[in-house]
């Protein structure tokens, strides 16, 4: 059922494709923020408080509500799986971005390719160069896969019901606002949320990780990931990038330019750095890693019937 209610979702986003601010996770940021706005003392054990506050005033309801739907009939569960799964997953999202900026780049429109990434970010672009577009792009491609698509799969494949696609991005959303929109000095609020995202997406990141060396070249992946991923600033997110920059068999990171200056940037990957080839290359990996996942889903379910 958890396979089918995937292939439903992306046969629906691609019918209906979903808005670029997804409803559920405007949803989760208000919740994270009410929660801020209320319980937020400036230390860490409020930020704790505040934590296990929003986990079980979402996941509370939801867990009885999938109960409930689940003791009427299997199917009306599954539709919920399938409503949350249509405004959690991204990854139709992400490939039509990259083919997007794809296309624009290998047309010479490089303002215009600029400015959709600055959109697709979140954050101004201070570059009209292709060749950091394309790496740019690369890099956000690689973390919205993972944390749009890949992360929330496999707690959804281990969690019963939609508990799992709603814990992953709710406590991301968490971790993310409290720590960029509270006030600097009450940092220590978000220390436990991001800690906490920490550990969830501890195992998620190397299964994705380890996905993408499996659809790609896996030895310079693995290589990558082993020496490359705790030079990046957040050796966390390296581990994704340096895998999926392995797996491409090109070069990722190295410096940009940022509020007038360059910013200096590990290298990941090896090989040449990326151009807008390699977006067309991305996404036929990111397809490959999808597949994958499915594989692993149907193979949950022949386990779950023998």
């Not at 939609?162 to 509270?182: C, D, N, Q």
């Not at 490359?228 to 390296?238: C, Y």
Request: glycine share 8%; aromatic share 10%.
């Amino acid at each position: 059922m958890t396979l089918a209610a995937i292939l439903a979702c992306l046969l629906a986003q691609y019918a209906y494709p979903v808005r670029d601010r997804q409803p559920l996770m405007a949803f989760y940021g208000r919740i994270a923020l009410s929660a801020a706005k209320r319980l937020n003392a400036g230390d860490r054990n409020s930020g704790i408080l505040a934590w296990i506050a929003v986990m079980l005033v979402v996941l509370g309801p939801l867990a009885l509500f999938s109960a409930l739907a689940a003791a009427i009939h299997p199917a009306v569960l599954w539709l919920i799986e399938v409503a949350i799964l249509y405004g959690t997953i991204r990854f139709l999202a992400t490939t039509m971005q990259l083919s997007a900026l794809e296309k624009s780049l290998r047309e010479g429109d490089v303002r215009g390719a600029a400015n959709r990434l600055s959109l697709w970010q979140g954050e101004p672009l201070e570059s009209e160069d292709a060749n950091t577009i394309a790496r740019l792009a690369a890099e956000h491609a690689l973390r919205e896969a993972h944390h749009g698509t890949f992360g929330p799969l496999f707690w959804f494949l281990v969690l019963p019901g939609p508990l799992g696609l709603v814990l992953y991005p709710l406590a991301l959303r968490a971790a993310r606002s409290w720590a960029h929109l509270v006030d600097p000095d009450e940092r220590d609020f978000g220390w436990f949320a991001a800690r906490a995202f920490h550990a969830i997406d501890w195992i998620p990141q190397r299964v994705t990780a380890f996905a993408f060396a499996v659809v790609g070249n896996f030895e310079d992946a693995l290589f990558c990931w082993r020496s490359q991923a705790a030079q990046w600033m957040q050796p966390e997110e390296g581990i994704v990038l340096a895998s999926g920059a392995g797996a491409l068999g090109v070069r990722l990171g190295e410096p940009i330019p940022r509020e007038g200056e360059f910013v200096t940037r590990p290298s990941l990957g090896l090989g040449e750095a990326a151009r807008e080839d390699a977006l067309a290359s991305l996404e036929g990996l990111l397809w490959r890693a999808l597949v994958l996942w499915l594989i692993v889903f149907l193979l949950a379910a022949a386990l779950q019937g023998a």
